[in-house]
């Protein structure tokens, strides 16, 4: 079955750097998008950036510049590389992939504080 297993988070100085991975298994990976989506204490989840299957890559305006999608197919991975972090990007972040189902990961939760 599909699984997806986010990493990395943790608690970190604005101003600061983290990076995020995600282990999928249980579908091909190296033929479907990958999303990392957030979620703020009482907000609704939100997109964030996409990589496609053929390496181009979008997302939302907040984090252009600041925030970086790659992805591993030899390692089934997808990484989230978040500089110059700001406390408006304390979340939740969570790994997406849509096959014929959306399918998610638990989450790591990221801090920015000081």
């Known amino acids: 079955q599909v699984q997806l297993v986010e990493s990395g988070g943790g608690l970190v100085q604005p101003g600061g750097s983290l990076r995020l991975s995600c282990a999928a298994s249980g579908f091909p990976f190296s033929t479907y998008d990958m999303k990392w989506y957030r979620q703020a204490p009482g907000k609704e989840r939100e997109f964030v950036a996409i990589?496609?299957?053929?390496?181009?890559?979008a997302y939302i305006d907040y984090v252009k510049g600041r925030f970086t999608i790659s992805r591993d197919n030899a390692r089934n991975t997808v990484y989230l590389q978040m500089n110059s972090l700001l406390p408006e990007d304390t979340a939740v972040y969570y790994c997406n992939v849509r096959t014929f189902l959306d399918y998610w990961g638990r989450g790591t939760q990221v801090t920015v504080s000081s």
């Open positions: 990589i496609s299957s053929g390496y181009s890559t």
